[in-house]
Nanobody
């Protein structure tokens, strides 16, 4: 079992930056693949980025070059550094965890945080 808690969301102007954090509790965080997803009003939850237990990273095309996912296993925390933010990045951002591989589909991840709101103003 893994419990996840996101933080770091807020209101930022277009072009600005935010860093989201996801603190995990529970067993074997270092064995988890971690993902960030987001959901805008009226839209489906979509993949943003993932990092595997070995450190390999993956990004949605829409954020590649602007967002960076990283993890600190000693702190049981995964981060999402978001630069050059755009109004289309406005959404609730969720972190998710899985012990069973990784993927870009939400269904791959059985453990989810409550989400943190990001609003990017134009």
């Amino acid at each position: 079992q893994v419990q996840l808690a996101e933080s770091g969301g807020g209101l930022v102007q277009a072009g600005g930056s935010l860093r989201l954090s996801c603190a995990a509790s529970g067993r074997s965080f270092s064995s988890c693949a971690m993902g960030w997803f987001r959901q805008a009003p009226g839209k489906e939850r979509e993949f943003v980025a993932a990092i595997r237990s070995g450190g390999s990273t993956y990004y949605a095309d829409s954020v590649k070059g602007r967002f960076t996912i990283s993890r600190d296993n000693a702190k049981k925390t995964v981060y999402l550094q978001m630069n050059s933010l755009e109004p289309d990045d406005t959404a609730v951002y969720y972190c998710a965890a899985t012990y069973g591989g990784w993927g870009t589909a939400p269904g791959v991840y059985p453990y989810w945080g409550q989400g943190t709101q990001v609003v990017v103003s134009s």
